[in-house]
């Protein structure tokens, strides 16, 4: 995979610099509810004034607004909060959410000029953002001599590593819903893996349709169904295909987990996105935290990518446990899939 040239090549003395970063963060009202995307952030940042730079202006989207009511909500204000508490430098300044232009969704030249306006160097260290096309990704980065920002970087190297010579057995497990967006990957990823164990609504959905061609798929056995889509709903851990009418199955069942943690334990390299089951709640959470602890107990390289399979590990404090965790959903799944994603390709090796 080709590698854009490092901000660690760049003078950056005395330099105004652009640095566009992903700190799409997920608020609670005005509070940073997880700042795990802000702390990634910081090594470039502290890199730059390391070196000089006289002001560093760091950009960034924030949720997805649509209309005029929303600028109140997607302020980036929590955010620059959070920043300058984080850095304590006032050379670091944080604009206001880059898709509130609405140039930025379009890759809009003129609000690129904007944003480019009396700076001398462009680092992109948005590696969650670089499957877009946008402004402050794609469109900037032929203004100003461009740079790749540290994590950019990281996040190239660890997850290319997946895609180059791996360890095996490979096993990804994959899970959550949007099987559509996943299929791709799947493909990709999948026919190189040795095992493909696949948990979730995905697995439901897989079974319905034609088998994956070349992929040594799992499904699983067993299920925890439910009498209702409610946390406290009756339970029964069924057979796949004997679930009661109605019933839903909310997780993976018992004969199932071990099977997975079987497969995870033996295992030299891991990809895992996706949930087991619907594990923000307790009683439907044992497959997805059974294979978040097969994976941090496995003796192999482990990736894991996408907001729900990254909670997950955090909330079962298994995060020191795993290789490599992603700050990117999409952008991961584009890159894993063999797709070159616009804000790398827009970065000069
Ligand atoms: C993300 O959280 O997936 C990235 O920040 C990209 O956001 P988007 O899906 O709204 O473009
Ligand atoms: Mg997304």
């Known amino acids: 995979m080709r590698l854009p040239r490092s901000v660690r090549a760049a003078d950056v003395e005395d330099k105004v610099v652009l640095v566009r970063a992903d700190l799409n963060v997920p608020l609670e009202g005005s509070r940073v509810a997880d700042d795990t995307r802000i702390q990634a952030s910081l090594p470039t940042l502290r890199l730059l004034l390391d070196g000089g730079a006289r002001e560093v202006r760091v950009c960034s989207h924030l949720g997805r607004p649509k209309t005029e009511e929303d600028r109140a909500k997607y302020s980036i204000a929590p955010v620059r909060e ?11 300044t944080v604009l206001e959410n880059t898709r509130f232009n609405p140039g ?4 809009d030249e003129g609000f690129a000029r904007e944003l480019a306006e009396g700076c001398d160097l462009y680092v992109n260290d948005a590696f969650g953002s670089a499957h877009r096309a946008h402004s402050s990704t794609e469109a900037v980065a032929h203004l100003l001599p461009a740079y790749a920002g540290l994590l ?4 190239l190297e660890h ?9 095996r057995p490979f096993v990804i497990v994959a899970g959550g819903a949007k099987v559509e967006d996943k299929i791709a990957v799947l ?13 979730g609504k995905m697995a439901e959905e897989l079974a319905a349709q034609s088998p994956l061609e070349g992929v040594a798929v799992t499904l699983p056995v067993d299920v925890v169904a439910a009498s209702a889509f409610d946390p406290d ?14 019933w839903l199955g909310l997780d993976i069942g018992p004969e199932t987990q071990l099977v997975f943690a079987s497969a995870i334990a033996d295992a030299k390299t891991i990809f895992w996105n996706g949930p087991m089951g619907v594990f ?3 009683r439907f959470s044992a497959g997805t935290n059974t294979v978040a602890k097969a994976i941090a107990d496995a003796d192999a390289y482990s990736v894991v990518g996408g907001g729900d399979s990254v909670r997950a ?17 999409g952008a991961s799944l584009e890159l894993l899939e063999g797709k070159e994603l616009p804000g790398v390709a827009a970065i000069p090796s």
């Open 233 to 246: 709903a009756e339970t029964t851990v069924a057979r796949v295909g004997d679930v009661p009418a109605g």
């Open 280 to 282: 923000e709640w307790p």
């Open 187 to 199: 493909t990709h990823l999948g026919s190189r893996a040795d095992r493909v164990l696949i948990g």
């Open 82 to 92: 959070r920043v300058a508490e984080l850095v304590g430098d006032p050379r670091v």
């Open 159 to 167: 997850l290319g590593r997946l895609l180059g010579k791996v360890e």
């Open 104 to 107: 930025e969704t379009k890759n």
């Open 313 to 329: 590990v955090n909330e079962a404090g298994l995060a020191k446990s795993i290789s490599w965790i992603s700050t990117g959903g």
């Open 152 to 155: 950019l970087l990281a996040e």
